[in-house]
């Protein structure tokens, strides 16, 4: 009878089977380390005033003209006024006077607000990680050991204090929710400016293919490079003008439009600044 592989495994000596196995387990744990999904992802781009080619109050403009324009930053940073300290869910934090959080994004978390503002990753390394899953053999290596947790600070109530915090890789789902904290003062550092062309327009489109209505497209790039924008055009009907156009932070008031000429007649009450908008194009205004 052929001798199989099964069979010289099951001829090895303990020791060495112990060894292959540990081997196995190891790679294993380190390519589930490495694939674990980020926790948290960059906040969203900050836009800031850019002087110069808005449209005037009252003024009459043809297709394509860009009547609001902002550029990119990148997120804010905050720093603790104040000493603070959270024992949540068995993890214990105390930051003093003068932490700095950075900006950031939960993904898949619509009941947190787009920004929030995180600790560095209270991050267990690899060597910890995997003796924990070796601890509950090959099986704990599919399952999740992972030490990674950091709280994430936000301002529930727009007073200017970070008054919640959420723990981010809770393992217990009665433990991911925000909650209320101890409510700290903070002084923000605003995100620097992305420069090299990183900007977002409003461009207006006059019908534009749409019959009966008005457009404006939403324009992004970053450092020189356009990015896609979901929902990038937005429309008017003509027949309810004047009316009132919000995209993100802007607010635009559509007075009359000439249809043999295909223009408009807009007032700007506000600009795209400022404002958000995040890594995938979707605006936001403060």
Known sequence: MTETALDRFKALPGSAVR?????????????????AKPDVSPAP???????????Q?????????????????????VQLVAPLSLDYSSEKRRWDRYQMLDASHVPD???????????????GS?????????????????????LKT????????????????VLIGARRDSNRGAF????????????????????????????????????FD???????????????????????LPATIDVGAARIKVVAYDPARRTANLWIDHGLAPGHISRDGVLDGD
């Open 45 to 55: 781009y900050s836009l800031l005033p850019a002087p110069g080619d808005e449209v």
């Open 218 to 240: 939403i324009e992004v790039t970053v450092q020189g490079l356009t990015q896609p924008v979901p929902d990038a055009r937005r429309t008017i009907s003509i027949a309810t």
């Open 19 to 35: 060894k292959i196995a540990v081997s196995l387990l190891a790679a294993v744990s380190l390519m589930l380390i490495g694939a």
């Open 150 to 165: 950091r709280f994430c600070l936000f301002d529930g109530d727009g007073d200017g204090m970070l008054d919640h915090a």
């Open 180 to 215: 209320a904290i101890p409510p700290v003062a903070v002084k923000r550092f605003p995100g620097q400016l992305i420069g090299n062309g990183s900007e977002v327009r409003l461009r207006y489109a006059g019908d534009a293919g749409t019959p009966g209505q008005v457009a």
């Open 57 to 77: 109050p009252d003024e009459d403009v043809a297709p394509g003209h860009i009547v609001a324009r902002a550029l990119l930053a990148g997120g804010d940073a």
């Open 109 to 123: 978390r619509p009941d947190l607000p787009a920004t929030v503002f995180c600790e560095w990753r209270n991050d």
């Open 126 to 146: 690899a060597g910890k990680q995997l003796a924990g899953q070796m601890l509950f053999g090959l099986v704990g290596a599919l399952r999740s050991t992972s």
